[in-house]
């Protein structure tokens, strides 16, 4: 991908933050199919847990193109697939065995520990910028 590409990609990008409690974490979302009907949800509640990992949270799966989905994913990243919303802030050296996942946006490196210290339980709510 050239210069051009990737400003024209960054500009289709969608600043959200991610709130639980009254910590307040901000993300991206992409420019995935998947991204674009989550955006249209926003403001979006659900109720996660920890599972050491990620925060896994149910979320009613919408629109989505299915060759945008891949194997794996990186720390950091936002998953929408399967009925599940994922904050994935670990576990990226083992993710390669998941199929079908579907990358929405972008928890930068930063932000990880404090996703990652939300307690076993947490209501998360997801806004525009």
Known sequence: MDGLEIRERMKNMKNIKIIAGDIVIPA??????????????????????????????????????????????????????????????GGEEQSASYSGMMIIGKIEEQYLPTVASFGSSVDITVEEV
């Open 28 to 89: 991206t979302l992409n420019d995935t199919v998947a991204a674009k009907d989550f955006e249209a949800r926003l403001p979006f509640k659900t109720r996660g847990s920890n599972s050491g990992i990620d925060i896994c949270c149910t979320a009613k799966e919408g629109k989505f193109d299915p060759s945008q989905k891949q194997n794996g994913w990186k720390n950091g990243d936002i998953s929408l697939a399967d009925g599940w919303l994922a904050l994935l802030y």
